[in-house]
Each structure stands twice: as C-alpha cells, then as structure tokens.
C-alpha cells in the first residue's frame, strides 16, 4: 500500500474516533450538534480575542452582549478564574459609564457559605395581602421564555438550575410544560393568548389555568401586557412549530398556527385589569403582578392612582427595557418602541414612590440586567429583583449566533430541531446555570458592601454615577429626579 495512502486512511480513522467522542460526550452541545467542525469554533474562539483585538472589534463593542459581557456569564457558569491583571481596558470617559463610589468603611462581606445567598428585601404578595404570599429566595429570577422559543431540554436546563439556586422561573406565555416540573417554583405568566388557560376561542378560562397548575409548583402569576423588544405586538407561531408537546402546553391544536392578539380580551382600561387581578389573586391565593414595558406616562400614574384608592391591584410589577430580548421580532419594534430600562423603570418608580406604593409593591426589571454593574444600578434605582433571560441563554450554551428566529440555533438552545436539541444536556447546563445566579449574586453583594451597604437594595442612589461627559458624572438620584425620602432604609 502506498504511504499517502496509509496517511489518507490514518486521517480517516482519526476522524471518525473524534467523530465518535463528539456525537457521545455531553458536555458541548455544538460538538455533539456539529462533530468534528465544531471544534473550528473552539479554536477561532481561542485565538478570537487576538483576531479581533488588531482586526474586528475590541472587547465591549459587540452587541446585544460585549464580549466581556458574555466572558463574565461563560466564565462564572464554568466556575473559571474571574480574575484579569493589567488593569481595566475600558474607556473610563465615556458617555453612559458607570462608576460607583465605595465606602471608606465597607460594610463587612458575609460569611463564605452566605456570599451568594441574595433574597429579595420585601414580600411578594404583602399589597394583595395574598394567602400565598412570601419573599423571594433570590433577588435574581429566570425572565419569562417560553417553551416553544426555548427548546425543551434548554427548559429543562433552567428549571433544573432554578431548583439548584433557589431561583424562581418564569414559564413565559407558552404555559407550563413537563419541562417545567424538574423541581424549580414557576411563576406562571399569562400573555394575550391566555395559552394553557385558555378556551377554544382564545378567551380566558380561570379553570383552565386552575387545571394547568394543579400539580405545578407555581408560586405567582405574570399577566403580560407587553415586552420590551415587541411592544404594542401579537405573536404567531406557525403551524410546524405546534409540535404535540408544545400543543398540550398552550392548550391548542398540534399542527395548527395559532396567534397572540396585542392586547388583552379580558380587559381594555385600567379598572378592568384591576378587576382582573383581584379574581385570579382571590382564586388561587397567589401574588399577581404585570410585566410591561414603557411607553404612555399616564397609563403608570392612572394605575397608581387607582391602587392608591382601592388597595388592590398588582401585587409586582415588571418593567421590561426597550433593549429586551425575544425569540423574533421586526427590527422596528426592537430598535424604536418602549423606552430603555432605566429611563422606563424611573418613570414607574417615580409613580409609585410618590404615593408612597414602592414599600408594598415590588418592582422586578429586566433588559440586560444579568450582569454585575448593570444589576447593581438597577438595584441602586429601585428594583427589588431582577430578570435574566439571554444571560441565563448564555449560561447554558448561547453563543450569540442570533438564529434563535429561524430554528437552526446552533447550540440547541432556541430551536425544536430534534438533531440540534439533543445536543444539549439539560443536567450539565443546570449547574452552570446555577453557577452563573451564585457568581452573579456574588458580585452584587460585593459591590454593594463596597459602597457600605448590607444589600443590593439598600445602595443609595447618590453613590451611583453615570458619566454624561469627560467632565461630567451625575448620580442616579440627580439624572433621574429621585427624592430623597423615597429612599429604602
Ligand atoms: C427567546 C426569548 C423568549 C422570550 N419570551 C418571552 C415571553 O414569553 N414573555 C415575556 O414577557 N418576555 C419574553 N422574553 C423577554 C424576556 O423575558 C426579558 O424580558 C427580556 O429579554 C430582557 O431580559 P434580558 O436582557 O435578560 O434578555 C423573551 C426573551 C427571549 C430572549
Ligand atoms: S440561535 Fe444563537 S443567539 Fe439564539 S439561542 Fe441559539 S446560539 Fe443563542
């Protein structure tokens, strides 16, 4: 036999054993997705940083997540070094950073056994006065996507990793699936198409919902008025997408293409949705609360109004930034409708703190918050917790390959193809999910016990900085006209 021909055969053998290993581990869902090439991205994501460093693009400028964003959820979800030497390399005057100002005397960090432990400060459910209501385990919370977006081990890998952080989980508005039922406590959230509390024609069904949650752990219910990304927009989800499991999630037909109208059929005005709350609270004794994101001012004072004068309605709200993400959207929507999240949060802060709401009502955000510095000024602004949904993506596999619309999601994350979601293992991808809420939750103690304060919820906004100029650094009090008595003691 000749020798290149032995070389050929050598190289083929070689090839198929790497292919073997690649389709069996479980540890990289895009080896066993893509044997073989798949490791071409481990390599370009090796020497990538060099690459782009003198050709593409530095280390904050790539979007909707930097790659030092992405770096720090990567590297907290593998338990990696954390650590950089050198000093920062970012550029410290530019518009929009963030600076906070420690403390000379730090508040003492917590025992080690502790150093992640963050539950929220105040009560779910305490404005309702709700049978069921309690306080948040985690001030960190799984933002709501839905099976459907989200494949169904990737479901799994978060509810898994809720359970293993005590974190809570939003089902999203495709309903509660047996992905769901891995052990993490579900907040059940409610979009336009009531899916799973539904009847035939789309209308809502409280005993549906009963029905769906019976042996479920939901501890609250999320009536979505709208996203951050796709404000004032129903949703369809075509045909080939309603697989059975997805059909018996929604409450609709297998194979039948169902839509999500834009607004709610059980209520058109504010007292109406007040209403709306009050029964599903009475009737499963749970905290209920609203996401939305911001847009008309008077729609948030008319609702504080209204809970000023009759004690009920919401017992959470969740503001949702303009910056949000989704599984697919126009372009317009994502880029121009609703307002960026501190911007929108402090409208609806300043609503409810000047009628003295903000003590009873807890205020949830999300739009990229899942990061250390942007939680923490979030925290510094009000928000008693705070939503992860493309973090916790990123934590279980996401490379921000942004084909999460067209269902060739690489990484098995966003896709119902069975060939890319079988790469994905859901108890491998738990943990480093619920490495990444320890680390996240980690930081946010750090930082706040760095400006003196015991918890995230108790830095005051004076110490927090953002800069507008090379010259100029307002706190968020002052750049969002926050009242000093509004502040948490
Ligand atoms: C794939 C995907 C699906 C989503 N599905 C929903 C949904 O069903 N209901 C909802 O209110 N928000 C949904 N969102 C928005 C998120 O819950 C969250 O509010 C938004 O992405 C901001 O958080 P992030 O910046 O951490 O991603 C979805 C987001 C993504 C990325
Ligand atoms: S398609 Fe890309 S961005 Fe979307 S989930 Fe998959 S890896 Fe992430």
């Known amino acids: 036999m000749p020798w290149w021909l032995i070389l050929i055969l050598v190289v083929i053998a070689f090839l198929v054993i790497v292919a073997i290993h690649d389709v069996t581990q479980r540890k990289h869902a895009i080896l066993r997705n893509f044997p073989v090439i798949g490791h071409l991205r481990y390599l370009i994501e090796k020497i990538g940083p060099e690459l782009r460093q003198y050709v593409v693009a530095d280390n904050d400028e790539e979007l909707p997540f930097s790659r030092d964003q992405r770096r720090f959820v990567y590297a907290s979800a593998k338990q990696q070094n954390a650590y950089f030497g050198f000093g920062t390399d970012n550029q410290l005057d530019t518009p929009g950073y963030v600076l906070f100002r420690h403390a000379a005397f730090p508040h003492p960090s917590p025992p080690k056994e502790l150093d992640s432990a963050l539950p929220m400060r105040k009560v779910l459910g305490e404005w309702g006065n709700r049978e069921h209501a309690f306080t948040p385990a985690s001030a960190v919370y799984i933002s709501a996507m839905s099976f459907g977006s989200l494949s169904g081990p990737a479901i799994e890998a978060l509810n898994r990793g809720a359970a293993l952080s005590d974190t809570l989980h939003n089902t999203g508005e495709g309903g509660v699936s047996a992905h769901h039922k891995h052990g993490g406590d579900l907040i059940l959230q409610l979009g336009t198409g009531y899916f799973g509390a539904r009847n035939v024609d789309g209308t809502f069904s409280i005993d549906k919902m009963m029905d769906s949650i019976d042996d479920a752990p939901v501890k609250a219910v999320e009536i979505k008025l709208s996203q951050g990304a796709k404000p004032g927009l129903g949703g369809v989800l075509p045909g080939r997408k309603v697989t059975p499991a997805i059909a018996e999630a929604r409450g609709v037909e297998v194979g039948v293409t169902v839509t999500s109208p834009s607004g709610h059929k059980s209520f058109s005005n504010v007292p109406e949705m007040v209403l709306f709350i009050d029964n599903i609270g009475k009737t499963t004794g749970l905290p209920v609360g609203i996401k939305s994101a911001v847009g008309e001012k008077a729609f948030w004072h ?76 979030a925290m510094a602004m009000g928000a008693d917790g705070i939503g992860v949904a493309r973090e916790a993506m990123l934590a279980i596999g996401c490379v921000q390959a942004q084909k999460c619309h ?14 890319l979601t079988r790469g994905l293992d859901p108890t491998d991808k738990s943990v480093r999910f619920a490495n990444y809420v320890a680390s996240l939750r980690h930081e946010m103690i750090r930082l706040s016990n760095a400006m003196g304060a015991e918890h995230p919820s108790l830095v005051n906004p004076d110490l927090v900085e953002i800069r507008q100029s090379t010259s100029e650094l307002v706190p968020v009090r002052e750049l969002y006209g926050y009242d000093r008595s509004w502040q948490t003691s």
């Open 302 to 377: 008319e609702l504080a109004d209204a809970m000023a004068a009759t004690g009920k309605g919401p017992d959470f709200i969740t503001v949702d930034g303009g910056e949000g993400g989704t599984g697919a959207a126009p372009l317009p929507f994502s880029d121009h409708v609703a307002l960026p999240f501190q911007h929108g949060f402090a409208e609806v802060f300043g609503a409810f703190a000047e009628r003295g709401l903000h003590e009873r009502v807890v205020l949830l955000g999300a739009g990229k918050l899942g990061l250390p510095t942007e939680a923490m000024v």
């Open 406 to 419: 067209d269902d060739h999601c690489p990484t098995g994350v966003a896709t119902q193809n069975r060939w």
